[in-house]
């Protein structure tokens, strides 16, 4: 299972910027797939994250309205659009599938590596 998360970058707040995770070894449809973050000095926060086989999703409050996630199932990706960046999104950014369907934003079993993302003031 490998999951490739790219797509960060500087910007400054208000922009926006767009995530993706590349994903294999897994059967897209019947795992979670989703988005952590990790600030210095914090813990990792699962903010994002979907099924796509029955559509459900998951937004943190902290970036509800102002990101969304997609799925492009025929290339196995996962995209995070993310708009109205503010100073306190800055953080490493990762991706994480589990098949279990419980396991949503939560206890992921498969992780890549992550992708930074800074947002000036």
């Known amino acids: 299972v490998q999951l490739q998360a790219s797509g960060g970058g500087l910007v400054q707040a208000g922009g926006s910027l767009r995530l993706s995770c590349a994903t294999s070894g897994i059967t897209f449809d019947d795992y979670n797939i989703g988005w952590f973050r990790q600030a210095p000095g914090k813990e990792r926060e699962g903010f994002s994250c979907?099924?796509?086989?029955?559509?459900?999703?998951y937004y943190a409050d902290s970036v509800k309205g102002r990101f969304t996630i997609s799925s492009d199932n025929a290339k196995n990706t996962v995209y995070l659009q993310m708009n109205s960046l503010k100073p306190e999104d800055t953080a490493v950014y990762y991706c994480a599938a589990d098949p279990r369907v419980s396991h949503m934003c939560h206890g992921m079993d498969y992780w890549g590596k992550g992708t930074q993302v800074t947002v000036s003031s």
């Open positions: 979907m099924r796509s086989s029955d559509g459900s999703t």
